[in-house]
């Protein structure tokens, strides 16, 4: 399999949490001195509110940019065992938007959504909850958030899919939602898209059925416009690690199924 990625766009996102961590630790530090004058308490309030948030989601930034192995290296290690009509693309530049993993296989384009959240984590069509208590959640702010993998991945989907009308390329495009870390349950109930543990992709991925039309010319032209400024290196082969699945009725698909069908 090919990988391709774009590490300066990574190197960007290093750079950006840093200073979003060290403008949100400033302002924080600054309303302590604010505060000592009676007359802005408000303003200090509304200061040391600013500067939680912004100081967080410059954490989380950090967190998902810095940490080794990244959600992007993570899936390089579980997808290593697909062949050479495979290409992995890592934060894709689709027309000024990126799209973060997109697996190009025999039947099209693949875009992954990944995760790295541990927990127990429910799916019911379009609505995501990841349970935990309330101390758990409040330790767990500055790390990965789990937001709504389906919404994400609609739009990476039409992201793509533009992109690829524009360059006049008719390919079919699907996604699929991949949880990384190796503590996570799943509960899943009918669906947007497929929702499996990354040790569970490959399989998968091996049943999905080809297009027949998508010829060679077009696959390697696709991943050509995909790759623009990016690096490709070989991939590092390691043993996948089994993860704890947890599921309700029948939502997760059979191996058979495409990801463009919806579970029921």
């Not at 898209?193 to 077009?218: A, Q, T, W």
Request: proline share 5%; charged share 25%; glycine share 8%.
């Amino acid at each position: 399999m090919r990988i391709i990625r774009h590490s300066s766009y990574i190197k960007q996102r290093k750079r950006r949490a840093r200073y979003l961590a060290l403008i949100g630790f400033a302002v924080l530090t600054s309303t302590l001195f604010i505060a000592l004058n009676p007359a802005l308490i408000l303003p200090s309030y509304i200061a040391m509110l600013g500067g939680f948030v912004t100081f967080n989601i410059g954490m989380q930034q950090i967190g998902r940019w810095s940490r080794n192995p990244r959600n992007d290296q993570l899936l390089d290690r579980h997808l290593d065992k697909l062949g050479e009509r495979y290409a992995l693309v890592h934060y894709a530049d689709a027309g000024g938007k990126r799209v973060e993993h997109v697996l190009i296989y025999p039947g099209g384009a693949l875009v992954l959504t990944a995760k790295e959240i541990d927990g127990k984590i429910s799916v019911n069509k379009n609505r995501w909850r990841r349970k935990s208590s309330g101390l758990r959640r409040l330790f767990s702010f500055s790390g990965p958030q789990l937001g709504n993998p389906g919404q994400e991945t609609d739009v990476a989907v039409a992201n793509l899919e533009s992109f690829l009308e524009e360059a006049q390329l008719e390919i079919d495009v699907n996604g699929l939602i991949v949880f990384l870390h190796p503590l996570a349950e799943l509960e899943v109930e009918e669906p947007e898209y497929p929702v499996l543990h990354s040790d569970e992709v490959v399989s998968f991925v091996h049943h999905l059925e080809p297009d027949e039309s998508f010829s060679r010319e077009e696959r390697e032209r696709l991943i050509g416009l995909l790759s623009q400024g990016a690096d490709e290196q070989a991939p590092t082969t390691t043993g996948s690690r089994r993860r704890p699945v947890k599921r309700r009725g029948g939502a997760v698909r059979s191996a058979a199924a495409t990801p463009s069908e919806k579970a029921s």
